[in-house]
């Protein structure tokens, strides 16, 4: 009987599929799934892809343009009015940090069909964004989503000018491969920098990179607060902790007493 019920569901799913499969055949309007071409994901230790961009000023743009360099690449999109700019301002604030040694900064459109090169260069206005330091990318629709889902940035768009993606920093080394990827937007420019210092082999405050593992480890635990985690959200983490325990020992007391 079970054995019944599983080739039945099996079945039926697949005919599901095939019939899924012939409406999007018959009608030529629908648009294909991006989900549907894979894009194997880029961990630490590989190469970054060879996709060609775009950047703010209408240049052709590789990652391996960039050896030499340690980079910070986020994700972004110009219509964003919530963490995007939070995130790009950072960057501004960690290319003061940086000055001017071995250092790029790039960010990636994750709306590569409305953030054209002419979009992307307003943006860069607002946000006083100077290349080549610091670029901003764009370039064949495909082509970039290919390459965001493969750094693991996936999105969707809740209306027309809205898209919910993933937040997340990507670090290269100076021979163009991935070094360590950050989850979450709780770093703080010092610490970010810290660790981009280290991943371009300079000395770097063991301090605030001790500080972005932790931000890190506590933001995937869901223990961020205030938006941000560090040793500050330790210490107080380990405080309310301290208070739950008392006051469940001065129960215990009162009750037993």
Known sequence: MRLFAATWASALALSIALGSAAVATADPSLAPNPFDRLA??????????????????????RFSDLRGDAVAVAFVYTRCRDACPIITRKFGALRSLLGDGPFRLVEVTIDPRHDTPSVLAAYAREYRIE???????????GAVDDFDRSMGIHSIASDPDTILHDERIVLVTPDATVAEIIEGSSWTPADLAAELRHVANERASLMARFDLALGAALAYCGGALNGRAGIGDLIATIAIIGVVIWLFVWVIRRTTG
Do not use: H, Y
């Open 131 to 141: 290349s080549p330091q610091w670029r901003v990318l764009t370039g064949d629709p």
């Open 40 to 61: 194997p994901l880029v961990k630490a230790g590989d190469s970054m892809p060879a996709t060609r961009f775009l950047d703010q000023r209408n240049a052709p743009f």
